[in-house]
T-cell receptor, first 114, second 111 residues
């Protein structure tokens, strides 16, 4: 069974631009979560989607948004990019929503904002 | 492919020795814990998990120990190999949908 896939793997943008990242979960998994990883802050939760609805959200500004499609694929969008948004963005999928569900991660999208 | 903190605690072990990586978690309500391994340029890879109704769980060459009294989690790797070199994260699941990650420990295996 294929793992979580994320596209693109690498991205360079400039301040003020917007970016859309894509995540395809493991087949059959219906919950998708997004995390930001930076050297200074570590791994931080962005949001989680299940059945096309955002179920949980971390402490990030409204510039960060996401959505989930009926096939469970998810996208996240960051508008008005700032230098501090440079990070590795990780997507994780799990079979179901809820605590205690093992999350499996994709390879991440490395975003560099210049 | 640097993707983790620059000032992580580091554990250096010789190939063949056993490794013990420790983690203190914060939320006494957490009832599910996971250890992930992250190699340079890759996403975190699931290693082993444990629920709060257990205090020990074994996998292939790995054992996770949970001490709820002091909110401490450890990962033991037997016969450490060069391929075990990575950053290891513990994560807790405090009865919500999100995981809270520790800062990570870098494991270096030398011959």
């Amino acid at each position: 069974k294929a793992g979580v896939t994320q596209t693109p793997r690498y991205l360079i943008k400039t301040r003020g631009q917007q970016v859309t990242l894509s995540c395809s979960p493991i087949s059959g998994h219906r919950s998708v979560s997004w995390y930001q990883q930076t050297p200074g802050q570590g791994l931080q939760f962005l949001f989680e989607y299940f059945s096309e609805t955002q179920r949980n959200k971390g402490n990030f500004p409204g510039r960060f948004s996401g959505r989930q499609f009926s096939n469970s694929r998810s996208e996240m969008n960051v508008s008005t990019l700032e230098l501090g948004d440079s990070a590795l963005y990780l997507c994780a999928s799990s079979l179901r929503q809820g605590p205690g569900e093992t999350q499996y991660f994709g390879p991440g999208t490395r975003l560099l904002v210049l | 492919g640097e993707s983790v903190g620059l000032h992580l605690p580091t554990l250096s072990v010789q190939e063949g020795d056993n490794s013990i990586i420790n983690c203190a978690y914060s939320n006494s309500a957490s009832d599910y814990f996971i250890w992930y391994k992250q190699e340079s340029g890759k996403g975190p890879q699931f290693i082993i998990d444990i629920r709060s109704n257990m205090d020990k769980r074994q996998g292939q060459r790995v054992t996770v120990l949970l001490n709820k009294t002091v909110k401490h989690l450890s990962l033991q790797i037997a016969a450490t190999q060069p391929g075990d070199s990575a950053v290891y994260f513990c994560a807790e699941n405090p009865n919500t949908d999100k995981l809270i990650f520790g800062t990570g420990t870098r494991l270096q295996v030398f011959p």
